[in-house]
């Protein structure tokens, strides 16, 4: 799993610090994981501008992390332009947010988002339910071949 980046949006740094120490403590190592601390920062990221301009783009991550309440641009609108550019269409993006708001979940699965799931408030949840997100999403699921493997 050397070559799997995780992409963590995430604008609460506690938040962030809790989802690293429990992707450690389930043998994912942080230096595969890329943390941006807004929907705008995600952006630049998976598509090369702003403060990440000229990277490799072509190399993107095997799973996004996306919190739906930040600053700048919520994570509602970081999918719908995911959703909208063929580069970025097909990744997988796992809602993680404290939200519980009916409508919250209608729309990002209506956008395109692959799973909504709630934070667990216990530690020992929250872990549990990142390891189920690794082995899923990380060794079971396959993806898309990109475009030049086509």
Not at 62 to 69: E, G, S
Not at 86 to 114: C, F, H, M, Q
Request: proline residues 5%; negative net charge; contains cysteine.
């Amino acid at each position: 799993m050397s070559d799997v980046i995780i992409l963590l949006v995430e604008d609460n740094p506690d938040d962030a610090a809790l989802t690293l120490r429990a992707l450690e403590k389930n043998d994912i190592d942080n230096n595969m994981v890329r943390v941006a601390c807004n929907g705008v920062e995600a952006l630049d990221y998976l598509f090369g501008t702003g403060e990440h301009k000229g990277r490799d783009t072509t190399v993107q991550p095997q799973l996004i992390l996306l919190d739906l309440k930040m600053p700048k641009m919520d994570g509602i609108e970081v999918l719908r332009r995911l959703r909208q550019d063929d580069r970025t269409r097909l990744l997988p993006v796992v809602v993680l947010t404290s939200s519980d708001e009916k409508e919250d979940i209608v729309k990002i699965y209506n956008l395109g988002a692959n799973s909504y799931i709630r934070k667990p408030v216990d530690f020992d949840e929250f872990t549990e339910a990142v390891r189920q997100l690794g082995v899923y999403w990380l060794r079971l699921n396959m993806l898309p071949p990109s475009e030049d493997e086509r």
